[in-house]
């Protein structure tokens, strides 16, 4: 599987994706965009079809935690919008990662990608000790839930850069490492704490990285992103 960029699409309408999007078409690689919450819930499913259309492969971001019945079901639907990639949190227990795995199956066997968020990037060790009262090393957290997810089934999880490393070694480098909290070493970091550059974690052998305002907030995106491709992927 090919290393690529995936740039977090984070707008509130469709009209702002599509507009940061037209800046694209002139490039000869098509961006791989992240559809998430904010754009999911603020334009539609339709945004994803319509991203679609454009020939953009793409990851959707809802990050499901619920009653395995409830995520079985919603992932049926999500489904039939034929994206490449989603996600759930690993955090809603292997039962629910298999019912959602089960739920994403087309008849035919076939579905998009699955990952499992393990930790946010924007959690720190000392909040999920505090907050989360859980006493463990967070890699040693990460590498755990990585586990539970490859027992579950599914191709891999999100996680920082910087855990890409024990989730190779304990699921296997075909396990894939999705990785947000990217930062060019000359630029801002905002709420994110488990934080790297596109060239360290390449690497440190993530699969994917998902950039958003190092590009979205760029003065210019296309030339960001350019400088993610050539770093990450060479
Ligand atoms: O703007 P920034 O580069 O921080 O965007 C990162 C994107 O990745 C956001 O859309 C965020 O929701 C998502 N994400 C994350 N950490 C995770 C999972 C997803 O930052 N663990």
């Given at each position: 599987m090919g290393k690529d960029?995936?740039?977090?699409?984070?707008?509130?309408?469709?009209?702002?994706?599509?507009?940061?999007?037209?800046?694209?078409?002139g490039e000869t690689r098509k961006p791989y965009v992240k559809i998430g919450m904010e754009l999911f819930y603020g334009a539609g499913p339709e945004?994803?079809?319509?991203?679609?259309?454009?020939?953009?492969k793409i990851f959707?971001?809802?990050?499901?935690?619920?009653?395995p019945n409830t995520v079985k079901k919603s992932m049926s639907v999500l489904r039939d919008l034929d994206v490449d990639m989603t996600n759930l949190h690993a955090f809603g227990t292997i039962e629910m990662m298999k019912a959602a795995v089960e739920g994403l199956t087309r008849?035919?066997?076939?579905?998009?990608?699955?990952?499992?968020?393990?930790?946010?990037?924007?959690?720190?060790?000392?909040?999920?000790?505090?907050?989360?009262?859980?006493?463990?090393?967070?890699?040693?957290?990460?590498?755990?839930?990585?586990?539970?997810?490859q027992a579950a089934g599914l191709d891999g999880v999100v996680c920082s850069p910087l855990e890409s490393p024990v989730v190779h070694e304990g699921c296997g480098a075909g396990f894939l490492t999705v990785t947000p909290g990217v930062r060019f070493?000359?630029?801002?970091?905002?709420?994110?704490?488990?934080?790297?550059?596109?060239?360290?974690?390449?690497?440190?052998?993530?699969?994917?990285?998902?950039?958003?305002r190092p590009i979205t907030a760029a003065d210019d995106p296309v030339a960001a992103y350019r400088r993610c491709l050539e770093e990450f992927v060479g």
């Amino acid at each position: 599987m090919g290393k690529d960029v995936i740039i977090a699409c984070d707008f509130s309408s469709r009209e702002a994706a599509l507009t940061f999007l037209d800046r694209f078409s002139g490039e000869t690689r098509k961006p791989y965009v992240k559809i998430g919450m904010e754009l999911f819930y603020g334009a539609g499913p339709e945004i994803v079809r319509e991203i679609k259309r454009r020939e953009h492969k793409i990851f959707l971001d809802l990050k499901l935690c619920d009653i395995p019945n409830t995520v079985k079901k919603s992932m049926s639907v999500l489904r039939d919008l034929d994206v490449d990639m989603t996600n759930l949190h690993a955090f809603g227990t292997i039962e629910m990662m298999k019912a959602a795995v089960e739920g994403l199956t087309r008849p035919d066997g076939t579905r998009p990608l699955l990952v499992a968020v393990t930790q946010l990037t924007s959690t720190s060790e000392q909040r999920m000790r505090d907050e989360l009262l859980i006493d463990k090393a967070l890699p040693y957290v990460v590498m755990h839930y990585a586990g539970n997810a490859q027992a579950a089934g599914l191709d891999g999880v999100v996680c920082s850069p910087l855990e890409s490393p024990v989730v190779h070694e304990g699921c296997g480098a075909g396990f894939l490492t999705v990785t947000p909290g990217v930062r060019f070493a000359d630029g801002a970091v905002g709420d994110q704490v488990r934080v790297t550059t596109p060239a360290r974690a390449r690497a440190l052998g993530s699969d994917y990285i998902v950039v958003g305002r190092p590009i979205t907030a760029a003065d210019d995106p296309v030339a960001a992103y350019r400088r993610c491709l050539e770093e990450f992927v060479g």
